[in-house]
């Protein structure tokens, strides 16, 4: 098992992560949403989560979405917003930049 998450009570979002990632996510004006292979980004999403023993419910708690939204997102079904991927992030202590940049095309 990895370290223990971070408790999001403890959680301050960086503006300028925010600002950086923000015309990605944002209404897919940027191609680099297009870019990202949901499938990989959900692979590396639930790699992060069972190296951390957390069952999809606890994250999906943590993160404040459903269950199986939390599925979706692994199983590359659906893309997370960009604040749930900076929250995800957050508690398993990767950056945006690291996840996304091991789901890209």
């Known amino acids: 098992q990895g370290p223990p998450p ?3 009570h ?15 996510f944002f209404k897919g004006r940027n191609k680099l949403v297009k870019e990202v292979d949901m499938k990989v980004l959900g692979r ?10 957390l069952s999809s419910t606890t994250v999906a708690n943590a993160i404040g979405v459903d269950r199986s939204t939390i599925n979706k997102y692994e199983n590359g079904l659906r893309m997370p917003t960009l604040v749930n991927l900076l929250k995800f992030c957050r508690l398993f202590r990767v950056t ?4 996304i940049s091991t789901s890209l095309f």
């Not at 590396?44 to 023993?53: E, I, Q």
């Not at 945006?96 to 996840?99: F, P, T």
């Open 6 to 8: 971070v408790p999001l």
């Open 10 to 24: 403890h959680i301050s979002f960086g503006l300028t992560c925010y600002e950086k990632w923000a015309s990605v």
């Open 44 to 53: 590396v999403m639930r790699k992060a989560r069972m190296d951390y023993g």
């Open 96 to 99: 945006i930049d690291e996840l």
